[in-house]
């Protein structure tokens, strides 16, 4: 564009929001313009990466990542109870195949069906400290914060579309979210209010299902049905969405999950050798 250095640099300064993030943006992408390799250099010096930062490298980060969170999402017990069910199918997999494939999809979609994204879990990731750490870097100045949410007892459903339409609340709603947050051990018990409409008890369902359907695969695994033992097995990864969109998306894998499971049933097996 042609456009001087200045004239940007001023657009950044009126526009007000983040303006010495988006002016060192400006200023690096300039510098990457004209020697991208010292400025990847300079922006990924070689250091130890602490293990929160990168990908896990094996079962056990994996597990333990997913431990640290199911723990934080409720308590130890429910993070045990995760625990518990990844080492059975590492046991039996190490035992009839080798190799951690069908243990590291349980570690990850078991997890991610433990921890489906209730009220409970929004209002702890609201009030964990992180989000705000990261609006306090994007934004400078005085700035209030609003939630645009759809309360499933108090918001109406849009005319048009039949979805709940979301409402407006102001920065005091950070403080009803941590009273909420507290109150995540009513989570699944018969005080949970939140926990009896449709999508949640569907949520439960799924981590009953994925349990029987895991134990159901280790019965019979062997080296002959272990790779359509692990894309069963991970199928949650395509369970996505929120309402609507994640009842189309589970019922999408239920009908896969079928179909995968009369194959793994009629897949010939043979005794180890």
Same mark, same amino acid.
């Given at each position: 564009?042609?456009?001087?250095?200045?004239?940007?640099?001023?657009?950044?300064?009126?526009?007000?929001?983040?303006?010495?993030?988006?002016?060192?943006?400006?200023?690096?992408?300039?510098?990457?313009?004209?020697?991208?390799?010292?400025?990847?250099? /300079?922006?990924?010096?070689?250091?130890?990466?602490?293990? #929160?930062?990168?990908?896990?490298?094996?079962?056990? #980060?994996?597990?333990?990542?997913?431990?640290?969170?199911?723990?934080?999402?409720?308590?130890?017990?429910?993070?045990?109870?995760?625990?518990?069910?990844?080492?059975?199918?590492?046991?039996? #997999?190490?035992?009839?195949?080798?190799?951690? $494939?069908?243990?590291?999809?349980?570690?990850?979609?078991?997890? $991610?069906?433990?921890?489906?994204?209730?009220?409970?879990?929004?209002?702890?990731?609201?009030?964990?400290?992180?989000?705000?750490?990261? @609006?306090?870097?994007?934004?400078?100045?005085?700035?209030? @914060?609003?939630?645009?949410?759809?309360?499933?007892?108090?918001?109406?459903?849009?005319?048009?579309?039949?979805?709940?339409?979301?409402?407006?609340?102001?920065?005091?709603?950070?403080?009803?979210? +941590? /009273?909420?947050?507290?109150?995540?051990?009513?989570?699944?018990?018969?005080?949970?209010?939140?926990?009896?409409?449709?999508?949640?008890?569907?949520?439960?369902?799924?981590? +009953?299902?994925?349990?029987?359907?895991?134990?159901?695969? /280790?019965?019979? /695994?062997?080296?002959?049905?272990?790779?359509?033992?692990?894309?069963?097995?991970?199928?949650?990864?395509?369970?996505?969405?929120?309402?609507?969109? $994640?009842? $189309?998306?589970?019922?999408?894998?239920?009908?896969?999950?079928?179909?995968?499971? +009369?194959?793994?049933?009629?897949?010939?097996?043979?005794?180890?050798?």
């Amino acid at each position: 564009m042609p456009l001087h250095r200045a004239s940007i640099e001023r657009a950044i300064e009126l526009n007000g929001v983040a303006v010495e993030f988006n002016a060192q943006s400006f200023l690096w992408g300039r510098r990457a313009a004209v020697d991208l390799e010292r400025v990847r250099r /300079l922006a990924m010096p070689a250091e130890v990466v602490p293990i #929160e930062q990168h990908f896990s490298r094996n079962l056990g #980060e994996l597990v333990e990542r997913r431990v640290q969170h199911l723990t934080a999402y409720q308590d130890a017990a429910y993070a045990s109870r995760y625990r518990t069910l990844v080492e059975r199918v590492r046991a039996v #997999e190490q035992e009839r195949v080798g190799g951690t $494939k069908l243990a590291e999809a349980v570690a990850r979609y078991y997890a $991610k069906l433990l921890a489906y994204k209730d009220e409970y879990e929004v209002a702890r990731l609201y009030t964990s400290g992180d989000f705000m750490k990261k @609006v306090a870097r994007m934004f400078e100045g005085d700035y209030r @914060v609003h939630f645009h949410l759809a309360p499933p007892l108090l918001a109406k459903p849009d005319p048009l579309t039949g979805e709940p339409k979301k409402m407006r609340f102001g920065p005091w709603m950070l403080r009803a979210f +941590g /009273l909420l947050a507290a109150l995540k051990g009513l989570r699944g018990t018969p005080l949970d209010v939140f926990g009896r409409t449709a999508e949640r008890r569907v949520e439960r369902a799924l981590i +009953g299902e994925y349990e029987a359907t895991v134990q159901s695969l /280790l019965q019979s /695994l062997s080296r002959d049905n272990h790779s359509l033992a692990v894309e069963i097995a991970s199928l949650p990864e395509t369970i996505r969405g929120f309402g609507h969109v $994640k009842a $189309k998306s589970i019922e999408a894998a239920r009908r896969k999950q079928a179909e995968l499971t +009369g194959r793994y049933r009629a897949a010939p097996v043979r005794a180890a050798a």
